[in-house]
T-cell receptor, first 113, second 114 residues
């Protein structure tokens, strides 16, 4: 079965600095990859997804992620952090014809003034 | 507005007292699922349903039951709750199997079992 590993349970950056949240996946078939964001006291909402085609995908709020098959990675980046980006971020993987989505343990992003 | 609605949002109960967490979606989604979220463990799937009257176990089904009598509703039942079921629970839905699998989540139900 597919799985994901998120490196770093907590990441802290200064406002305006680069955000980099790491995700590596394992899948025996071509994966669908997702990043979800969870703001305090809310459910998860989709940030961006990769299915097929262009490997660099852009999401909401200035985030983007690049699918690198050779590295089995799908790292999330944002050039300049805002205070409003403070949240928990989850990487997830699923495969075609299988609704079994697997989530990573999550990375809590803190943005310092 | 497209949404997944869970109730209650917060609940404190005692060991052994049966409870039900309701989940309803208005997007005509065939697939629905329950997850629990615990610190350091991310989201783990409890049960899922591919369609009406079709349910199956996820990774952590022990101590839980579900039913899918209608397409829009997918309640989670704890017949005899125990303290290790204290957690944050999420219901999610998506289109039928074969799509990209994007999930739509409810706002969560925080359960404390004393």
């Amino acid at each position: 079965a597919q799985s994901v590993t998120q490196l770093g349970s907590h990441v802290s950056v200064s406002e305006g600095a680069l955000v980099l949240l790491r995700c590596n996946y394992s899948s025996s078939v071509p994966p669908y990859l997702f990043w979800y964001v969870q703001y305090p006291n809310q459910g998860l909402q989709l940030l961006l997804k990769y299915t097929t085609g262009a490997t660099l995908v852009k999401g909401i709020n200035g985030f983007e992620a690049e699918f690198k098959k050779s590295e089995t990675s799908f790292h999330l980046t944002k050039p300049s952090a805002h205070m409003s980006d403070a949240a928990e971020y989850f990487c997830a993987v699923s495969v075609l014809r299988n609704n079994d989505m697997r989530f990573g343990a999550g990375t809590r992003l803190t943005v310092k003034p | 507005e497209a949404q997944v609605t869970q109730n209650p949002r917060y609940l404190i109960t005692v060991t052994g007292k049966k409870l039900t967490v309701t989940c309803s979606q208005n997007m005509n989604h065939e697939y629905m699922s329950w997850y629990r979220q615990d610190p350091g463990l991310g989201l783990r799937q409890i049960y899922y349903s591919m369609n009406v009257e079709v349910t199956d176990k996820g990774d952590v089904p022990e101590g839980y039951k579900v039913s899918r009598k209608e397409k829009r509703n997918f309640p989670l039942i704890l017949e005899s709750p125990s303290p290790n079921q204290t957690s944050l629970y999420f219901c999610a839905s998506s289109l039928a199997q074969g799509n990209t699998g994007e999930l739509f989540f409810g706002e969560g139900s925080r359960l404390t079992v004393l």
